[in-house]
T-cell receptor, first 117, second 114 residues
Framework: GENVEQHPSTLSVQEGDSAVIKCTYSDSASNYFPWYKQELGKRPQLIIDIRSNVGEKKDQRIAVTLNKTAKHFSLHITETQPEDSAVYFCAASAANAGGTSYGKLTFGQGTILTVHP | KAGVTQTPRYLIKTRGQQVTLSCSPISGHRSVSWYQQTPGQGLQFLFEYFSETQRNKGNFPGRFSGRQFSNSRSEMNVSTLELGDSALYLC?????????????FGNGTRLTVT
């Protein structure tokens, strides 16, 4: 089955710096890659996602890049703020023969991001 | 539009007991998935239901089961509880599956087994 590796496990940056989190996946059939942010004691919230027919997607200070050949994707956060501090999870989902991924996501182990004021 | 609602928020059970968790998806969402979150194993997929049918299942023992009702609400049941079942159980819903729409998570049920 699918396996997702996420690095680094912890990341500490100064406010205003950029943060990059990287993930690799094993199943070449994976075609949907979301990123979730989970604050302490709260639910995971989708912050950005990308599908395999796109190489890059941006939403304000957040961007995701996908390299299908190398089977890795990355989250980029620019101009970090203290409120960006949280655990970030990458995930991958593979479509079945009918093209539907259903609701199964394989998650990375998470990255604890700390942004120091 | 209301988000994914899970009840109860907290549960304390004893080894050997069984437990039922409930999930109401976002209105109009027909796919409901369940995940287990623990510090050691992270987020792991349990199963997914669509139109009252289980479409996909993760690598969990048969003690973990679920079902979905005609109104898309879902329940999961864990029988013969073990200490290792202590975890945050998250429910997530999407319109019909992540091919077309993202997963939205509920706040979870924190299960503690003593």
């Amino acid at each position: 089955g699918e396996n997702v590796e996420q690095h680094p496990s912890t990341l500490s940056v100064q406010e205003g710096d950029s943060a990059v989190i990287k993930c690799t996946y094993s199943d070449s059939a994976s075609n949907y890659f979301p990123w979730y942010k989970q604050e302490l004691g709260k639910r995971p919230q989708l912050i950005i996602d990308i599908r395999s027919n796109v190489g890059e997607k941006k939403d304000q200070r957040i961007a995701v890049t996908l390299n299908k050949t190398a089977k890795h994707f990355s989250l980029h956060i620019t101009e970090t703020q203290p409120e960006d501090s949280a655990v970030y999870f990458c995930a991958a989902s593979a479509a079945n023969a009918g093209g539907t991924s259903y609701g199964k996501l394989t998650f990375g182990q998470g990255t604890i991001l700390t942004v120091h004021p | 539009k209301a988000g994914v609602t899970q009840t109860p928020r907290y549960l304390i059970k004893t080894r050997g007991q069984q437990v039922t968790l409930s999930c109401s998806p976002i209105s109009g969402h027909r796919s409901v998935s369940w995940y287990q979150q623990t510090p050691g194993q992270g987020l792991q997929f349990l199963f997914e239901y669509f139109s009252e049918t289980q479409r996909n299942k993760g690598n969990f023992p048969g003690r973990f089961s679920g079902r979905q009702f005609s109104n898309s609400r879902s329940e999961m049941n864990v029988s013969t509880l073990e200490l290792g079942d202590s975890a945050l159980y998250l429910c997530a819903s999407s319109l019909i599956g992540v091919t077309n729409s993202p997963l939205h998570f509920g706040n979870g049920t924190r299960l503690t087994v003593t």
